[in-house]
């Protein structure tokens, strides 16, 4: 008799912590989850090119790529796992037997920091070094702005070789100056946050810059974007030109 009380005690405990669970805590559940695969995407307008009187183009944009790191995943012990078993050759349980769960992030990110070294340099490699040891709230981590995309083009397809993650590759443009011959002090330059800071760029810097737009993306656990759950797009202004 007590044990029959006993098993009906105990499965109505678990059949409230399941209604609690599935049902009054659903919606908060599925928001955090959501919150963990979303990111609002900055998409950079073009700044307005810059002409001479005779329309001979002085400046112009090239696109060029921004790449943050999401530390969470950086620090995913299954992700690092899954991807220093493939470069090892085994299978992850049998690699996460052979470490503890910290000695395996902290080869992973030296896995990952080392790649990055041998295609953009040491600064960027030891960045990374530095974010997954710091104990930070924020998810993403700016790495690198600017980068060429041919160079942005062969990390990300070294890291998906390798089956590592943690990194994201997001399109902006830098500016061009095509004509060397026109002097720097009477054109300006253009600071890494998109300001004019002297000359023409600074002069006409309102009628210059563009106003950036956004999209809402959900990304898998390898950071690639799942196109089909795209979520509210604001398209970027472009400046105009002068």
Known sequence: MLTCFVLVFVFTCLSARLIYVQIIKHDEYAYRAMEQRTRKVVL??????????????????????????????????DICTRGLAHAAGLRPRAYRSLYPDEEIRQRYAERVAHLIDGAIGEEAANKIREIAKEDSTRKWLPLVKNLDNDVAARLEKILKKE?????????????????????????????????????????????LSGVDGSRWVERDGHQEEIAKYRGEEIAPQDGNDI
């Open 44 to 77: 950079t307008a073009g700044r307005g090119r810059i002409f001479d009187v005779s329309g001979e183009l002085f400046v112009d944009n090239f696109p060029t790529q921004n790449i943050s790191v999401d530390r969470k995943t950086l620090r995913n012990i």
């Open 163 to 207: 089956k590592l993650s943690g990194l994201l590759f997001e399109e902006s443009t830098k500016r061009f100056y095509p004509n060397t011959r026109s002097g720097s002090h009477v054109l300006g330059l253009v600071s890494d946050d998109g300001l004019g800071q002297f000359g023409i760029e600074r002069e006409f810097n309102s009628a």
